[in-house]
C-alpha cells in the first residue's frame, strides 16, 4: 500500500469518528468554562474566546477580581468597545495590599456585580477573570458562586479563569483547560512587561 492510500485510510477512519461526535452533539446552551492552572495564559485564553464571541457580534461583560486600576493591554484593546461592558474590581494583588478586609469587601462588591451580570440575558458571554483567588482566600462563599453561575439565563457563557479552581466549580464545569507551568521567564530574572504579562 502506497503512501497517499495510507493516508486516505487514515483521515478516512479519522473523519467518521469526527463526524459521529458531531452527530451526537445537538444540544445548544451556554457552557461554563474553566481556565485553571499555575502557567502562563488563562486570562489571554479567556479575552481570546472573548474576541471571537465579539466578532460574532455577541455582546460581553468582563469582571477583573484580582487586577488592579494600572491599565491592563486588554483594558486598553476592548475598554471602549459597543458590545463589551468591562469592570476592574480589585485593589490589586493580595500580596502587595495585604489587607484582608479591604481585599474581601472589595471581593463582595465585585460578585454583587457579577450576580447582575449572571442574571442578565443580553450577555452571550461573562468572563469572571481571576475569579478563584477570592473564593480560596475566603472573601466569597463558593455555594454563593455555584449558585448564581448555575442560576443564569440558559444560552448564557461564563468563563472563569484563576490557579487553585475550586473542586465545587468543576464539579458543574462543561469544559476545563489546565494551562501547566513548564518555564517562566521570571524566573530567569526577567521583570514583567507591558503586552506580555500586562
Given at each position: 500500500?502506497?503512501?497517499?492510500?495510507?493516508?486516505?485510510?487514515?483521515?478516512?477512519?479519522?473523519?467518521?469518528?469526527?463526524?459521529?461526535?458531531?452527530?451526537?452533539?445537538?444540544?445548544?446552551?451556554?457552557?461554563?468554562?474553566?481556565?485553571?492552572?499555575?502557567?502562563?495564559?488563562?486570562?489571554?485564553?479567556?479575552?481570546?474566546?472573548?474576541?471571537?464571541?465579539?466578532?460574532?457580534?455577541?455582546?460581553?461583560?468582563?469582571?477583573?477580581?484580582?487586577?488592579?486600576?494600572?491599565?491592563?493591554?486588554?483594558?486598553?484593546?476592548?475598554?471602549?468597545?459597543?458590545?463589551?461592558?468591562?469592570?476592574?474590581?480589585?485593589?490589586?494583588f493580595t500580596w502587595e495590599?495585604?489587607?484582608?478586609?479591604?481585599?474581601?469587601?472589595?471581593a463582595e462588591k465585585a460578585?454583587?456585580?457579577?450576580?447582575?451580570?449572571?442574571?442578565?440575558?443580553?450577555?452571550?458571554?461573562?468572563?469572571?477573570?481571576?475569579?478563584?483567588?477570592?473564593?480560596?482566600?475566603?472573601?466569597?462563599?463558593?455555594?454563593?458562586?455555584?449558585?448564581?453561575?448555575?442560576?443564569?439565563?440558559?444560552?448564557?457563557?461564563?468563563?472563569?479563569?484563576?490557579?487553585?479552581?475550586?473542586?465545587?466549580?468543576?464539579?458543574?464545569?462543561?469544559?476545563?483547560?489546565?494551562?501547566?507551568?513548564?518555564?517562566?521567564?521570571?524566573?530567569?530574572?526577567?521583570?514583567?512587561?507591558?503586552?506580555?504579562?500586562?
Amino acid at each position: 500500500m502506497d503512501k497517499q492510500t495510507k493516508h486516505n485510510q487514515r483521515m478516512a477512519k479519522k473523519k467518521r469518528i469526527v463526524d459521529a461526535g458531531i452527530a451526537k452533539a445537538q444540544e445548544e446552551r451556554g457552557i461554563l468554562i474553566l481556565l485553571k492552572g499555575n502557567g502562563k495564559g488563562k486570562s489571554s485564553s479567556a479575552f481570546g474566546t472573548m474576541a471571537r464571541a465579539v466578532g460574532h457580534g455577541k455582546r460581553v461583560a468582563v469582571l477583573q477580581f484580582t487586577k488592579g486600576k494600572e491599565d491592563t493591554g486588554e483594558y486598553l484593546m476592548f475598554k471602549d468597545h459597543p458590545l463589551i461592558d468591562w469592570h476592574v474590581m480589585g485593589y490589586g494583588f493580595t500580596w502587595e495590599t495585604q489587607n484582608f478586609e479591604q481585599d474581601k469587601v472589595a471581593a463582595e462588591k465585585a460578585w454583587e456585580v457579577a450576580e447582575k451580570l449572571l442574571q442578565d440575558e443580553r450577555y452571550f458571554m461573562i468572563v469572571l477573570d481571576e475569579l478563584t483567588y477570592s473564593i480560596n482566600y475566603k472573601y466569597l462563599d463558593v455555594n454563593r458562586v455555584v449558585a448564581a453561575v448555575q442560576g443564569r439565563p440558559h444560552d448564557q457563557t461564563v468563563i472563569i479563569t484563576g490557579r487553585g479552581m475550586p473542586k465545587e466549580l468543576e464539579a458543574i464545569a462543561d469544559t476545563v483547560s489546565e494551562v501547566k507551568d513548564v518555564q517562566h521567564a521570571f524566573r530567569k530574572g526577567v521583570m514583567a512587561q507591558a503586552g506580555i504579562e500586562y
